[in-house]
């Protein structure tokens, strides 16, 4: 059974601070991970994704790692701001038919002044 | 953020009621998604439509029934829903129905079942 796995629940942090939330994934075949963030009430939104070959990826302050060895994932964020709160959800797609993600259940940011 | 456009943001409905959920996309994708997000779970996929043709239903209840009237249009139709079916519900397209086309998530319906 495809399943991803987030750690921690969730976190708080203060303004400025850096942190690292973490997603262990036993899909497969692999096709990619993705991490969205989805502020409260709204959708989630793309911040990066990653092939089989990618180990690192990054989009401003966030830079997400993967190791396929391992089946896991990380995404690391820099100098954080207020509007990083949210919840971070990391997703992975199978190589087979169609677009079938299989969602983790997200790690939820609280960024204090 | 306005890709995929969601109404009504939020609906209280009864049981008995019938209500349509609406969700347009202006991104010229071919496959358009509905998910149910329920709190502390994660997002489960509901239904999907490539080319407006249905392609999954992941053993959703018939109490829920999707309609596709063109690629940029989908409705999830609610009739005698239960209070356990309160939960944000997500419209989500992409370019084509393969893995590696990014999904792109509309705001969501907050709906609530009295």
């Known amino acids: 059974k495809n399943q991803v796995e987030q750690s921690p629940q969730s976190l708080i942090i203060l303004e400025g601070k850096n942190c690292t939330l973490q997603?262990?994934?036993?899909?497969?075949?692999?096709?990619?991970l993705r991490w969205y963030k989805q502020d409260t009430g709204r959708g989630p939104v793309s911040l990066t994704i990653?092939?089989?070959?990618?180990n690192t990826k990054s989009n401003g302050r966030y830079t997400a790692t993967l190791d396929a060895d391992t089946k896991q994932s990380s995404l690391h964020i820099t100098a954080s701001q207020l509007s990083d709160s949210a919840s971070y959800i990391c997703v992975v797609s199978a190589d087979n038919a169609g677009n079938m993600l299989t969602f983790g259940g997200g790690t939820r940011l609280m960024v204090k002044p | 953020e306005t890709g995929v456009t969601q109404t009504p943001r939020h609906l209280v409905m009864g049981m008995t009621n019938k209500k349509s959920l609406k969700c347009e996309q202006h991104l010229g994708h071919n496959a358009m998604y509905w998910y149910k997000q329920s709190a502390k779970k994660p997002l489960e996929l509901m239904f999907v439509y490539s080319l407006e043709e249905r392609v999954e239903n992941n053993s959703v209840p018939s109490r829920f029934s999707p309609e596709c009237p063109n690629s940029s249009h989908l409705f999830l139709h609610l009739h005698t829903l239960q209070p356990e079916d309160s939960a944000l519900y997500l419209c989500?397209?992409?370019?084509?129905?393969?893995?590696?086309?990014?999904?792109?998530f509309g705001p969501g319906t907050r709906l609530t079942v009295l």
């Open positions: 990653m092939t089989f070959s990618e």
């Open positions: 989500a397209s992409s370019q084509e129905y393969i893995a590696a086309d990014t999904q792109y």
């Open positions: 997603c262990n994934y036993t899909v497969s075949p692999f096709s990619n």
